[in-house]
């Protein structure tokens, strides 16, 4: 991975980007491709990266810090110092698997709220790297996951947009001071 988007896997007093929470309108619109991948782009994802870390999460999507470009990061392994994250640019899936499963998802943008989705098990996904090479990729299990969740993003959708226990999502969101009515639920 680039040297210059290599950040050390830690907490910040002061992460460098500011999140944003469900209700906000930057959440739902569509992200743009980006033309260059250049280093403006890797600054950014620095930045993503070290705010990621900062709230402990596995996956950020741009949009989620209020900037509009098709661009995320993950990391399933935040805490091993060893494996390096991914960074995944005008990512598109090419194929998802018939198999679906149903897990349990939270968000960066959504704090203390988790909940089962249904998602596809496994996908083929296309996308350019922080260098900007193409790369293609085979993901399943958790990872497969967070690149679907932080794909939805990029399309303004939100993981509750496609919980299916309505009830359930209410209550949980309530809880957690969230409105119900920020939820646009998906065609299922
Ligand atoms: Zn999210």
């Given at each position: 991975m680039s040297a210059e988007v290599l950040v050390e896997k830690k907490k910040l007093k002061t992460p460098p980007l500011d999140i944003h929470y469900l209700g906000d309108r930057a959440l739902r619109q569509n992200a743009k491709r980006i033309a260059k991948v250049d280093r403006e782009i890797r600054q950014l994802v620095k930045e993503m990266l070290q705010t990621m870390y900062s709230a402990d999460g596995i996956?950020?999507?741009?949009?989620?810090?209020g900037i509009q470009k098709q661009l995320i990061v993950v990391d399933c392994e935040p805490d091993n110092p060893a494996t390096p994250p991914l960074v995944l640019?005008?990512?598109t899936i090419k194929q998802y698997s018939d198999d679906v499963c149903l897990f349990q998802e939270g968000c960066l943008s959504?704090?203390?709220?988790?909940?089962d989705v249904k998602r596809p098990e496994m996908i083929e996904v296309v996308y350019k790297d922080e260098q900007g090479r193409p790369q293609m990729m085979i993901a399943t299990e958790m990872l497969s996951r967070a690149i679907q969740h932080e794909m939805d993003h990029l399309n303004g959708v939100l993981?509750?947009?496609?919980?299916?226990?309505?009830?359930?999502l209410t209550?949980?969101?309530t809880k957690h001071?969230?409105?119900h009515r920020a939820v646009k639920p998906v065609a299922l």
């Open positions: 996956g950020l999507a741009a949009p989620q810090v640019i005008n990512p959504i704090p203390g709220v988790y909940m993981f509750v947009d496609r919980v299916e226990n309505q009830l359930a209550e949980e969101l001071k969230f409105s």
